[in-house]
């Protein structure tokens, strides 16, 4: 069973820092890994879809980085803005399955 | 619509009553999606369709919970005699192909928030 686990849960910086948020998957057999945002009481925003055979995705100040054997994927935020304080979650598919597997998220606050 | 329409936004139950939800899906896309979201940011799968048929059903609690995406209607998920942990938002999302494979990128509604009392 895929289980998703993102570390930290919490992360509270200031305006302007450099970020890596990090999330990590039991089983490698997946189709893809998707970075999404949530803001607080709303849906989910897709940020960065990884396909299995890529290793990166760029866009704007995000980068998103796969490493299947590993099991884990990063997302930078480059020179963060308060206005990307919100719930970033990483969700797998595959498996056999085209359900998503989310992790927990991590609730992240940039300071002005 | 280039959106994921769910209705309502809020709704109040007392414990045992019905509860009803709607989904329309991006226009084109022919996969449907549930999830619940309990506890913040736990995000649990119920259900998925192609087109009106269930593709997925691993999710569901098999008792009180059931769903359909009937032709020219709005997907709908029911919760008969609700209980106190049924409490969540219920979120829809839809794609335009089968698999995550590709590009295919799960396009999620605002969700609709169910408390129990």
């Known amino acids: 069973k895929q289980e998703v686990t993102q570390i930290p849960a919490a992360l509270s910086v200031p305006e302007g820092e450099n970020l890596v948020l990090n999330c990590s998957f039991t089983?490698?057999?997946?189709?893809?890994l998707q970075w999404f945002r949530q803001d607080p009481g709303k849906g989910l925003t897709s940020l960065l879809l990884?396909?299995?055979?890529?290793r990166e995705q760029t866009s704007g100040r995000l980068n998103a980085s796969l490493d299947k054997s590993s099991g884990r994927s990063t997302l930078y935020i480059a020179a963060s803005q308060p206005g990307d304080s919100a719930t970033y979650l990483c969700?797998?598919?595959?498996?056999?399955?085209?359900?998503?597997?989310f992790g927990k998220g991590t609730k992240l606050t940039v300071n002005p | 619509g280039e959106e994921v329409a769910q209705t309502p936004k809020h709704l109040v139950r007392g414990e045992g009553q019905k509860a009803k939800l709607y989904c329309a899906p991006i226009?084109?896309?022919?996969?449907v999606f549930w999830y619940q979201q309990v506890l913040k940011n736990e995000f649990k799968f119920l259900i998925s369709?192609?087109?009106?048929?269930?593709?997925?059903e691993t999710g569901m609690p098999k008792e009180r919970f059931s769903a359909k995406c009937l032709p020219n209607s709005p997907c709908s998920l029911e919760i008969q005699a609700t209980k106190l942990e049924d409490s969540a938002v219920y979120f829809c999302?839809?794609?335009?192909?089968?698999?995550?494979?590709?590009?295919?990128?799960?396009?999620f509604g605002a969700g609709s928030r169910l408390t129990v009392l």
């Open positions: 999302a839809s794609s335009q192909f089968p698999g995550l494979a590709g590009a295919n990128v799960l396009t």
């Open positions: 089983d490698s057999a997946i189709y893809n």
């Open positions: 990884i396909q299995s055979s890529q």
């Open positions: 969700a797998v598919g595959g498996g056999g399955s085209e359900k998503l597997v």
């Open positions: 226009k084109g896309h022919s996969y």
């Open positions: 369709f192609q087109n009106e048929n269930v593709f997925d």
